[in-house]
T-cell receptor, first 114, second 114 residues
Framework: GNSVTQMEGPVTLSEEAFLTINCTYTATGYPSLFWYVQYPGEGLQLLLK?????DKGSNKGFEATYRKETTSFHLEKGSVQVSDSAVYFC?????????????FGQGTILTVHP | NAGVTQTPKFQVLKTGQSMTLQCAQDMNHNSMYWYRQDPGMGLRLIYYSASEGTTDKGEVPNGYNVSRLNKREFSLRLESAAPSQTSVYFCASNPGLAFYNEQFFGPGTRLTVL
C-alpha cells in the first residue's frame, strides 16, 4: 500500500533560518506528490505539488523536488518568516481507481521565532 | 465562491449521542472526501464519494456513515458517538475524473465526545 513518512517534529527555527522538512514515500504506481500547509485554526491549503520525476514544485519561497530514485520530496525554504509557522503535511496520490484519495504523512509542526 | 464549507465548527457530544456533520462545495466538483485529523497521525480518510450517487469506505470507516445528498453536499453521520471519535474532521473536494491533482479543504469541525 501507499505510505508517507515525514521528519519528526516539532521544528523550531529563528527568523531567516534555512528550513528542510524531509518526506519519503512508498507507493504502488507512479504517484503525484504534494505539500499542504495548515495555519492555526484553519483547514489545509495546497502549498506546492509535483506530478513526475525531477519536477520541482515551488510557491511562496518553498521548494520541493520529486526524486524518484530516493522516493523523496523534501520541503525547503531559504529564509523562513514568523508567518510560516504552521503544520506541514506531505501527501501522495496515485491515479486510476484511487479516485483522488490522498495519503498523508503525520505532519510536521514548524514554529518560527522572531 | 465560498469553496468548501462545513458546519458546525465546534461540537461537544456525550457518549452514545448522534450527530451529522455537514459539508458543501460550490465549485461543481465531482469528488468529495471526509478525513479525520488526530495528533501525530496526519489525516486519515473516513469515506469518499468519487461522484454523485456513489460512496466508498476509506481507511477508518467504522462508526461512521455518509450520504452524498447531491453534487454539492456530502454529510458524515455518527450514529452513536464514542470518545475515540474525538477529533477534527475535514471535508474536501476535487474536480474528479482526470483532474485529481488538488483537493480543496474546508475549515474543519472540532468534535469532542465526553
Amino acid at each position: 500500500g501507499n505510505s508517507v513518512t515525514q521528519m519528526e517534529g516539532p521544528v523550531t527555527l529563528s527568523e531567516e533560518a534555512f528550513l528542510t522538512i524531509n518526506c519519503t514515500y512508498t507507493a504502488t504506481g507512479y504517484p503525484s506528490l504534494f505539500w499542504y500547509v495548515q495555519y492555526p485554526g484553519e483547514g489545509l491549503q495546497l502549498l506546492l505539488k509535483a506530478t513526475k520525476a525531477d519536477d520541482k514544485g515551488s510557491n511562496k519561497g518553498f521548494e520541493a523536488t520529486y526524486r524518484k530514485e530516493t522516493t523523496s520530496f523534501h520541503l525547503e525554504k531559504g529564509s523562513v518568516q514568523v508567518s510560516d509557522s504552521a503544520v506541514y503535511f506531505c501527501a501522495l496520490l496515485t491515479g486510476g481507481t484511487s479516485y483522488g484519495k490522498l495519503t498523508f504523512g503525520q505532519g510536521t509542526i514548524l514554529t518560527v521565532h522572531p | 465562491n465560498a469553496g468548501v464549507t462545513q458546519t458546525p465548527k465546534f461540537q461537544v457530544l456525550k457518549t452514545g449521542q448522534s450527530m451529522t456533520l455537514q459539508c458543501a462545495q460550490d465549485m461543481n466538483h465531482n469528488s468529495m472526501y471526509w478525513y479525520r485529523q488526530d495528533p501525530g497521525m496526519g489525516l486519515r480518510l473516513i469515506y469518499y464519494s468519487a461522484s454523485e450517487g456513489t460512496t466508498d469506505k476509506g481507511e477508518v470507516p467504522n462508526g461512521y456513515n455518509v450520504s452524498r445528498l447531491n453534487k454539492r453536499e456530502f454529510s458524515l453521520r455518527l450514529e452513536s458517538a464514542a470518545p475515540s471519535q474525538t477529533s477534527v474532521y475535514f471535508c474536501a473536494s476535487n474536480p474528479g475524473l482526470a483532474f485529481y491533482n488538488e483537493q480543496f479543504f474546508g475549515p474543519g469541525t472540532r468534535l469532542t465526545v465526553l
